[in-house]
Every structure is written in structure tokens, then in C-alpha cells.
């Protein structure tokens, strides 16, 4: 079922010395009384407004042609006075429920720059915004799921000038990190960290330290201005250990760098680059939002990290709201007008969201979690809106939000390292006492900032904790070890394919353990039988029922139906489920009438007869789904890289053996190479001729074709 990206539209007050025409307004279409209202200053906000039944607007004058407005509907529209609180209840508590539902949740903050962004997502000590209480809120759910093992963790990203870095690791060491795609065509930040999160102090530490590490600069229209696109990501894992099933529900809190005017930023050189890319990436945004409500085949997703990033938010499986924040300056007027047609144009992307869940038994998997790949979901179902009582947040969950404690501090200089210069990723810069005193920026504490403190928490947890690689393959790792990603990725896709075959070995010795076992087995049963034909027994030990239909004594026994012998009461443990329901249904025959010794021996060899018949054909058949698997098998948990390698190989060796003639072995080595790299279309292309080539060559030299 496809779910509809959600907006809310949030017009902050004005700031000092802040030149407001009253050009925007925050109107609440039709009450029950039929009339309609208009927002200004000293209304309340849209989720404080009780009795309307119709849709809230933005109402923008054309900044070109006065008298001219320009409406914009959207779902939820708050004005000036609204309250943190007030946005969070209304749009974000719902999307908890969501998140503990097993489904992905994407929340963005978009509008130019100074509209507010980071003060809806971040906010400040004494007015917290959606990320700590989102943290809360997590937590308090987390009571109602008994039932499960709920753990939580959290990860951390900006993307500063086009490049992903992990802003849970020390600034100066956080090196640039890949963006890669799984099998199911999920996108992820590869050795990025995550921690788990086992309180909401924890995350308050770790965020208020993290902050600290993005990249934020002075302009003239923000004296704190973010330079970077930053992603938390707090995932919500639930094991049903009675089930075995993992259901795995994330939430991604996104605060977007703002679109910058450069006629009105004062941007030195520095800042000018980075508002560039900050420009550029929000442009590919518009792309992909375009394309999509054009219904195009292709989607420019690719055109940026941003828009890689949020791929799985636009148009794909996750549960989307956007946060359109827009500032009431006139100079930002032309801005804000974009900013809501954005806006507009997103409210039209349909997303299919799905619930990940996993069947989490063993099967072979190797110890790579350092690699941070995103386990494929083993079912993914489509996600149900939850009905409306679950997602109307309560007042319960409202009250139960505590104040935060969370430390946001004012980023302090840094020294300039030699990593910083040649990445480009500057340390952050002074930021200037402000111009104007306001009250916001007062619950800003400053200190002084300790590296090795921020570094301590995160030292050498990494995302799925256990993985023995994960030292030389976490972030951490990365930039210490002096290895390149390359070499890094050599080393993993090895241990991989090591732990692969360990494991299919493992496997093999399990199976052949299992064999010996039935093997034992039957023949104890055939010793019993041998015992119970050639003993003479008592009426009630009789199993003359085993061989239904083909027995009749003296009329006694009918095809299947009126028991006339019992079975014996001594069962042989037995893994047939065939064999199960024969000693099942012989222990149910009740006693008629002894049977003289012997008559029985040749019906008990048929039946043995037939049971190994089945036995061998089942193994038979075992052995071949085992081996036509054993690829798949591989190509489940081998790296893209391993897996395109392994691909080739297979494919140099085919071509090798159709070059010497051995046809029917090449065309099983490309139907291998095709296990490996499936999304290769010029491999199936070339397998489909191959398979044309070999029947043509049968029929040209045998006339039929089996
Ligand atoms: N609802 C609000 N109430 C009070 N102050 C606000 C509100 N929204 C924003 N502000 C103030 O406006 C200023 C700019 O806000 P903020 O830094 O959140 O903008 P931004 O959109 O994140 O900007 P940038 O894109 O440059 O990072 C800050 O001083 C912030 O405290």
C-alpha cells in the first residue's frame, strides 16, 4: 500500500532587526462554523487549534506582483507561536508507533537557510526539538514491547561538500566514507558506526558530543549555519525470541543545510564552496522530487550523496515527513516561495512502505558486521497504517516528555589538521558573538571541548558489536591502520569467503552426521522388524495394520478401515514423519487376534523396501538443491566486490571450456557466474546465446534435443 509524503509547513518568528512585511501567513481553512482564519502573529499554532475540520494553508504574497497570493495546502501548518511541543505531538509521536511497527521513518527539515531547521530538529536546552524527544519517546515505547528484546542504537552522519563522514568518531580522524548498495538495492554509508543506546542520558552525551563534530559556520544570515546535511539514525531492533523472528524499525532525523542566496551570505571563499554544494545537492533533491511526480523511468538519484542517501525517503519503502521551514523575511521571500514548491511537488511522492522483519535461526552467515552492511530483510511485508488510535499520540506520551539535559554547545575553533586540508573538510570555525542578542541563543552553554573525551565513548563499539573484523574495518580502524578502503575491503571479502567455506563444510559434516544417523537407525528398525515377524506375539502386539489395504486374514481386514491387529507398543524412534504416522497409527490398533509367526515377514520387507526407495530419492534430491544452492548460497553473504570477482572468474573459466568444446560444463560454469552478479543483464544475455548455441549444436548433431 503506498503511503503519501507528509508535509508540515513552520513559519518562525521573526528575529531582530529582521525586515517582516507580513507577506506570509499561516491560515486554517474552513471551521465547523464554515468561516475561515488567518494565522498572524498572535494565533496559535494549527495542532492547538480545536474545531477545524478543513485543511491548513501558507499564504505567500507574490513578492512581483503585489496583491497577488500564492496558497500552499499542507497537512499541518504552524505559525510563529507554535511550540516544539506542539509539532511534535501532532506530527512526529505518530511516526514512533511506525517505527516500532518495523517500518523505516524518514523526518527532513528543508527551507533556506535561517529558516529554522535546526531548531525544529536540535532546538536548545530549554526548547528541545524533534530529536530529543523523538530519543524520548523511543525509550518510554520501548516499556509496551516486553515481549521483545528491544535494543536501540544510534548513528550519526553529515554530508559536508558531497562526501559522507561519520560524525560519532573524532573530527580529525573521520575519514571520507563510501556510499555502497546492498542486493535489495538499499542504500548505506559502509563503516559507518553505530552505537547502542541504553538510555536516554546515554544519547543525550553522545548527540551533544557528536553536534560538536558537525560542520557549522558564520554567514550573515546565521551565525551558526550548517554546511552540512546531517542524518541520525536511531534503529529500533525487536527480537521475538519465541518466534525467531527480528523486526528491525529505524528512524531517520535529517537536518538539511539551507539553500543560500550568495547576494545575501556575505560567503567568503570557503563558505562559497560549501554553499555551492550545499546548492547543488538541494538542486538534485528538486530533480529527483521532480522526476518522480513526472513518473520519468529514471530517477537522478545518483546525481548527489544527499539524494543517494535519502533514496530509500524518496520513492521507496520508508515513511516520509517533511518538515518545510520557511523564514518571514522579506529578502527571503523568492526563497521561501521555492522552499513551498518544493515542498508541494514532494507531497506527491508516493512511497511503498514495507515492514523488515527476519527470521533470525542460524544459517551461515560470516562475522562481517563491521562492514555495517544492512541485513536483508528475509520478508519484507507491506506496512499497514497503523488504525488511528495507535497513531493519535496521547496525553499520556505528551506529559511523560521530560526536560532535556541535552548540552548543545556553540562549536568552538579547532586546530586545522594535515587530514583536514587534504580532505576539505575545514575544522569548524569561530562563530562570532551574535549581532543581536536573542533569546535562543542565551541556552546556548559554552565550554571548552575535549576530543579525547568525545572519542572515549565511541572507541571500538561498532555497529552490530561482535565481529571480530571489525577492529581493522570500523572508521576507528580505518584511520589508524593506515590501510586503504581497498585493501580494507581485500581483507574483508577474504575472511569472508574463508568463513563462507568453514561454514558450507561445517554444513557438509552436519549432513553426513545425519546421514550415519538414519542409516543407524534403519537399521534398528529393520532388526525390530525382523524380531516382531519372526516372534510369535500376543494379539495386542500385532501390527498387522502397517501395510493397509494389502492384508486380509480370513476376511478380517478390510482395505483401510476395521482394525483387526494391534501394533506393537514399542516404538523405534523414527525421523521419517512417514514413519511416524505408521507407528502412530499402530499404536492405535487395538488387539484382535494373534498372527501366526512369519506371516507378516514379506509385507514388513515391502514396506522397508519402500521406505528406503523414498529415503534415497529424498536425499537424492537434497544433494541436488543443495548444490544448485550452494551459489546462492555464496552470493548471499559474499561482498559486491567478491561477488562481481567470483562472477568473472566463472565466466573467464566458461568461455575456456565452450573455447575446448565442453559445452554442457561451460554453460553450468555461466549459469554459476549468473548466481553471483544476477543484476548482470549482459551476462544473461550472453548465457541465453550460449543456451541457443548449445541446442542449436545438439540438434545439428543428434537431430533431437532431450
Ligand atoms: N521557532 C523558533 N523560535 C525561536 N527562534 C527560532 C525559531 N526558529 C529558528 N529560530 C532562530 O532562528 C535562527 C536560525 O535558525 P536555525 O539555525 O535553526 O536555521 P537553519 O534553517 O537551521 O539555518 P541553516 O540552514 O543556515 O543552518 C536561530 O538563531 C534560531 O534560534
Not at 475540520?53 to 513578492?63: A, E, K, L, M
Not at 499497514?384 to 496521547?394: H, S
Request: aromatic letters at 6%; a positive charge; one cysteine or more.
Amino acid at each position: 500500500m503506498s503511503q503519501k509524503i507528509r508535509i508540515a509547513a513552520r513559519l518562525r518568528p521573526r528575529l531582530e532587526g529582521e525586515v517582516d512585511d507580513g507577506g506570509i501567513q499561516v491560515c486554517h481553512a474552513v471551521d465547523q462554523s464554515g468561516s475561515s482564519s488567518s494565522s498572524a502573529a498572535n494565533t496559535s499554532g494549527a495542532g492547538n487549534i480545536s474545531g477545524f475540520s478543513g485543511r491548513s494553508y501558507i499564504s505567500v504574497q507574490n513578492p512581483r506582483v503585489p496583491g497577488q497570493l500564492f496558497n500552499f495546502p499542507f497537512s499541518s501548518c504552524y505559525d510563529q507561536n507554535s511550540s516544539q511541543e506542539e509539532i511534535f505531538v501532532n506530527d512526529v509521536q505518530p511516526m514512533i508507533d511506525i517505527v516500532y511497527s518495523g517500518v523505516t521513518v524518514t523526518i527532513f527539515a528543508y527551507g533556506v537557510t535561517s529558516s529554522g531547521k535546526t531548531h525544529t530538529m536540535q532546538g536548545t536546552k530549554a526548547e528541545p526539538g524533534v530529536i530529543p524527544r523523538a530519543v524520548r519517546s523511543l525509550f518510554l515505547k520501548k516499556a509496551e514491547y516486553a515481549q521483545y528484546q528491544v535494543t536501540l542504537s544510534a548513528s550519526y552522519m553529515e554530508i559536508y561538500k558531497d562526501e559522507a563522514y561519520d560524525l560519532l568518531v573524532n573530527r580529525e580522524s573521520a575519514p571520507k566514507l563510501p556510499v555502497r548498495e546492498n542486493d535489495a538495492g538499499l542504500v548505506f554509508v559502509a563503516n559507518l558506526s553505530s552505537i547502542p543506546i541504553d538510555s536516554v542520558e546515554q544519547f543525550d552525551r553522545i548527540y551533544a558530543q557528536a553536534t560538536k563534530n558537525r560542520s557549522v559556520g558564520a554567514t550573515n544570515l546565521n551565525r551558526a549555519s550548517s554546511r552540512s546535511h546531517a542524518v541520525l539514525t536511531i534503529e529500533v531492533a525487536m527480537v521475538d525470541v519465541r518466534q525467531h523472528m527480528t523486526r528491525t524499525g529505524k528512524i531517520n532525523l535529517v537536518d538539511l543545510a539551507g539553500s543560500e542566496n550568495n547576494k545575501h551570505t556575505g560567503n567568503d571563499s570557503v563558505r562559497m564552496a560549501e554553499s555551492a554544494a550545499i546548492n547543488k545537492s538541494l538542486t538534485a533533491l528538486g530533480q529527483v522530487v521532480h522526476a518522480l511526480n513526472k513518473g520519468h523511468s529514471r530517477i537522478p538519484y545518483r546525481d548527489s550523496k544527499l539524494t543517494r542517501i535519502l533514496q530509500d525517503a524518496l520513492g521507496g519503502s520508508s515513511v516520509g515527513l517533511l518538515i518545510c521551514n520557511i523564514a518571514p523575511g522579506t529578502k527571503f521571500r523568492q526563497d521561501t516561495l521555492n522552499t513551498l514548491n518544493f515542498a508541494s511537488r514532494t507531497k506527491n511522492i508516493a512511497n511503498k512502505p514495507v515492514v523488515n522483519e527476519r527470521d533470525n535461526r542460524p544459517v551461515p552467515k560470516p562475522h562481517f558486521a563491521a562492514l555495517n552492511v544492512p541485513q536483508q530483510p528475509i520478508s519484507t511485508k507491506p506496512f499497514q497504517p497503523l488504525p488511528t488510535n495507535l497513531v493519535q499520540p496521547t496525553a499520556a506520551n505528551s506529559e511523560n516528555i521530560m526536560p532535556l539535559a541535552v548540552d548543545v554547545c556553540q562549536p568552538q575553533p579547532l586546530p586545522k589538521s594535515r587530514k583536514e586540508r587534504r580532505s576539505g573538510r575545514p575544522s569548524m570555525v569561530p562563530v562570532p558573538q551574535p549581532r543581536s542578542s536573542r533569546p535562543s541563543s542565551a541556552a546556548f552553554p559554552t565550554g571548552s571541548f575535549n576530543f579525547q573525551s568525545i572519542y572515549q565513548p565511541f572507541g571500538g563499539t561498532m555497529a552490530s558489536g561482535s565481529a571480530s573484523a571489525s577492529s581493522s574495518a570500523g572508521p576507528s580502524g580505518a584511520a589508524t591502520s593506515g590501510l586503504s578502503e581497498k585493501e580494507i575491503d581485500e581483507r574483508i571479502s577474504k575472511a569472508v569467503e574463508m568463513e563462507v567455506a568453514r561454514r558450507l563444510e561445517e554444513r557438509e559434516k552436519e549432513r553426513l552426521r545425519e546421514l550415519e544417523e538414519e542409516r543407524r537407525l534403519s537399521v534398528g528398525q529393520e532388526a525390530l522388524a525382523s524380531t516382531s515377524a519372526s516372534q510369535p506375539r500376543s494379539a495386542k502386539n500385532s501390527p498387522a495394520r502397517l501395510v493397509s489395504g494389502s492384508v486380509s486374514r480370513s476376511g478380517s481386514t478390510s482395505a483401510h478401515g476395521t482394525p483387526s491387529r494391534s501394533g506393537s507398543k514399542r516404538r523405534v524412534p523414527s525421523k521419517s514423519p512417514r514413519r511416524d504416522t505408521i507407528a502412530k497409527e499402530r499404536d492405535e490398533i487395538q488387539p484382535a487376534q494373534a498372527i501366526p509367526p512369519g506371516i507378516l515377514t514379506p509385507l514388513l520387507k515391502r514396506h522397508k523396501d519402500l521406505d528406503e526407495q523414498l529415503s534415497l530419492r529424498l536425499h537424492e534430491l537434497e544433494r541436488k538443491y543443495e548444490q544448485g544452492n550452494k551459489e546462492a548460497q555464496l552470493a548471499s553473504v559474499l561482498s559486491p566486490v567478491s561477488k562481481k570477482k567470483t562472477g568473472k572468474a566463472y565466466v573467464s573459466l566458461a568461455r575456456a571450456h565452450s573455447e575446448k568444446g565442453d559445452l554442457q560444463v561451460a554453460l553450468d560454469l555461466y549459469r554459476k557466474a549468473e548466481s553471483y552478479v544476477p543484476e548482470n543483464i549482459k551476462l544473461k544475455e550472453r548465457w541465453i546465446l550460449f543456451v541457443v548455441h548449445v541446442f542449436l549444436n545438439a540438434v545439428s548433431h543428434h537431430g533431437v534435443v532431450s
